[in-house]
């Protein structure tokens, strides 16, 4: 591999979107990875979305029991349905695996464990579940992952709850689940902003990525 490569291979870009509508960033993971060769440096886009559901491929529709005024998504990741909202942090790794020589599993560990890592910054014991992917807390979910691969890349990625609105997960299934305990940050009382959690994540993610940024 030439040095150009290993560097493309082993660095990263890492961008804040800030509080974003959903499907316009949606639209821009779906083409940054149509039109990405092999001269495209990875990204990791953080970012927030106004209140939404979405679901994913094998999503069944009687999950969203009672949507009321949040719009409903069908989208192209995998999993089933979730919300997102202001408070929720969205790592979406935008990253060519073949070139990473990364598999899709090692990916979903490096979520989950960045998620695990963070929490434990925070003194909360937290852990994943090889039969439900995610990070939970005694049993509630603090973290879903929901990816998709095309044309040897990623994207979509993680939503890790911080100081979210839980309510709306009320009025569905999450990731098609009954009776799923949802938590966040907040909801363990621990008081950190959004930017914060970003930055004390992001080094924990780029460690289990065996990536660098810039």
Known sequence: MSESATQLATSIAVRDLGLTDYEPVWR???RFTNERDASTRDEIWFTQHHPVFT???NAAPEHV???GDIPVIQIDRGGQVTYHGPG???IYPLIDIRRAGLGVRDLVTALEQSAVDLAADYGIAAASRRD???VYVAGAKLASIGLRIRRGASFHGMALNIDVDLEPF???NPCGFENLEVTSLA???VECSLAAVRDKL???LLRHLHLSAD
């Open 55 to 57: 679901l994913g491929l």
């Open 170 to 172: 009320s009025r569905i």
């Open 202 to 204: 992001s080094p924990h």
């Open 132 to 134: 439900a992917p995610g």
């Open 28 to 30: 821009d993971m779906q």
């Open 88 to 90: 929720q942090l969205m």
């Open 65 to 67: 029991l009672a949507p």
């Open 187 to 189: 909801k363990l009382n």
